[in-house]
């Protein structure tokens, strides 16, 4: 299967703890981006690393990708009750318009 | 700036029906990425529109059709429904000349039950 793997499916933690979830592959890529989904509504993207990057930051977010071990994490820092969501991330295999493949997304609770 | 707008938000349909749903896209973007979202699952790509023609395509049944409109919005249509076509479809649009093909801006989804 060319689609990456969240783990865990589901994280549950209390508000301003750190939350970590991961991402596993097994195809080359050329970069992979997250993205967060509410409520079964539409997604928003958060971040985008490419495959000869290492980590990116954007506000709280923090990604870090391994393309030798196929993984990414992404750790959200000082968690909000606002971050209750879906998190998922999409591989880009090739440069250009090629489609984002999705993995099923890990389910993230935080509680107030 | 008006994001990606789809409708109908909800729809129910009995098996056997035709559906179509709609997109428009983020101001500036001219293709368009369709993806079926099983209830628990991640986004399926269906296919993806560029200059009025279908230039990707995933691996889904002929039922599921779509076209562009020279505006850049579009329909998806699905024929002969069955009842493991309930799910959230969404809609992406990009546009290699409006910071590139990388991002995409989804709309909010049409959720769609069949019975």
């Known amino acids: 299967s060319q689609q990456g793997e969240e783990d865990p499916q589901a994280l549950s933690i209390q508000e301003g703890e750190n939350a970590t979830m991961n991402c596993s592959y097994k195809t080359s890529i050329n970069n992979l981006q997250w993205y967060r989904q509410n409520s079964g509504r539409g997604l928003v993207h958060l971040i985008l690393i490419r495959s000869n990057e290492r980590e990116k930051h954007s506000g709280r977010l923090r990604v870090t990708l391994d393309t030798s071990k196929k993984s990414s994490s992404l750790l959200i820092t000082a968690s909000r009750a606002a971050d209750t969501a879906s998190y998922f991330c999409?591989?880009?295999?090739?440069?250009?318009?090629?489609?984002?493949?999705f993995g099923k997304g890990t389910r993230l609770s935080v509680i107030a | 700036d008006a994001g990606v707008t789809q409708s109908p938000t909800h729809l129910i349909k009995t098996r056997g029906q035709q559906v179509t749903l709609r997109c428009s896209p983020k101001?500036?973007?001219?293709?368009v990425s369709w993806y079926q979202q099983a209830l628990g699952q991640g986004p399926q790509f269906i296919f993806q529109y560029y200059e009025e023609e279908e230039r990707q395509r995933g691996n889904f049944p002929d039922r599921f059709s779509g076209h562009q409109f020279p505006n850049y919005s579009s329909e998806l249509n699905v024929n002969a429904l069955l009842l493991g076509d309930s799910a959230l479809y969404l809609c992406?649009?990009?546009?290699?000349?409006?910071?590139?093909?990388?991002?995409?801006?989804f709309g909010p989804g049409t959720r769609l039950l069949v019975l």
């Open positions: 999409a591989l880009r295999l090739n440069s250009g318009n090629t489609p984002l493949v």
């Open positions: 101001s500036g973007h001219d293709t």
């Open positions: 992406a649009s990009s546009s290699p000349r409006a910071g590139g093909l990388e991002t995409q801006y």
